[in-house]
């Protein structure tokens, strides 16, 4: 069975740092590409980041490039997202993503991790 696992969030005031985890387990860690999404109340969920399979490539949505650093652990099929300057419109719940091959089905079905939330508050 597919599992996303996200924790990490809390409060912290602006400025701060936070480093969101996402633990995996049911599928070939080292083969999927793991994105990191956010959501505030009333509004579209957002891509954050991005790292490939081997986390040679990244992505950064532009609000958080500079601040925000993704990486992966392959031994421990953990995905982090290493949030520094934390602003207050990084306030959302986080959500980790995986788009996993099943069985023979040659269409990926979205995994989604279970959300942690992040405020930013002073």
């Known amino acids: 069975e597919v599992q996303l696992q996200a924790s990490g969030g809390g409060l912290v005031q602006p400025g701060g740092s936070l480093r969101l985890s996402c633990e995996t387990s049911?599928?070939?860690?080292?083969?999927?590409?793991i994105g990191w999404f956010r959501q505030v109340p009333g509004k579209e969920r957002e891509g954050v980041s991005c790292?490939?399979?081997?986390?040679?490539?990244?992505y950064y949505a532009n609000s958080v490039k500079g601040r925000f650093t993704i990486s992966r652990d392959n031994a421990k099929n953990t995905v982090y997202l290493q949030m520094d300057n934390l602003k207050l419109e990084d306030t959302a719940v986080y959500y980790c993503?995986?788009?996993?091959?099943?069985?023979?089905?040659?269409?990926?079905?979205?995994?989604w991790g279970q959300g942690t939330q992040v405020t930013v508050s002073s």
């Open positions: 790292t490939s399979s081997g986390g040679v490539s990244t």
């Open positions: 993503q995986a788009s996993i091959f099943i069985g023979r089905s040659p269409y990926p079905r979205d995994y």
């Open positions: 049911g599928f070939a860690f080292d083969d999927y590409a």
